[in-house]
């Protein structure tokens, strides 16, 4: 038995400490926006947020969490999808297919969080999913558009 702190509530789990934390959110607790894809860590297509830090929720075994540590999915994200990723990405029409952009938005969030107006440079280092789609240049703009929200927030005084 796992306890876990998901979006910011806490779940018994009862499951191998072995098993990956993809399946506990999908299976477990159905949160389904963490999507399978590669299940080795590779396109981020299951990205999750660990203690403010995007990872591959695939590789993260639950025997690695505890009751203290943060994980947040996208469903968490943003409870009126009024998240600044959430709202760049309906403006600019980010996703194509759409199966990786929780992933996206979920790495592309834990970048924000770290560097207010991220560089192109700096999107490219940090944001590391594949979309078999292309839509990576949407992408970069909508991180681009999406510190420009989170700035005006900022100047009215408003949450991020």
Known sequence: MA???INGKLFDVDVDGATPLLWVLR?????????YSCGVGICGA???HVNGKAM???IVPVSALDE???VVTIEGLSADNSHPLQQAWKELDVPQCGY??????MTAAALLAAHLDPS??????NVTNICRCGTF?????????????NKGRNKRGGSG
């Open 137 to 149: 240049n949407r992408v970069r703009r909508g991180i681009h558009l999406a510190a420009r929200i």
């Open 46 to 48: 299951c990205a999750v």
């Open 120 to 125: 192109d440079a700096d999107i490219d280092a």
């Open 27 to 35: 299976e477990q607790l159905g949160l389904t926006g963490a999507k």
């Open 56 to 58: 591959r929720s695939c």
């Open 100 to 105: 990786c952009q929780p992933g996206m938005i």
């Open 68 to 70: 203290s540590t943060e």
């Open 3 to 5: 306890k876990l702190k």
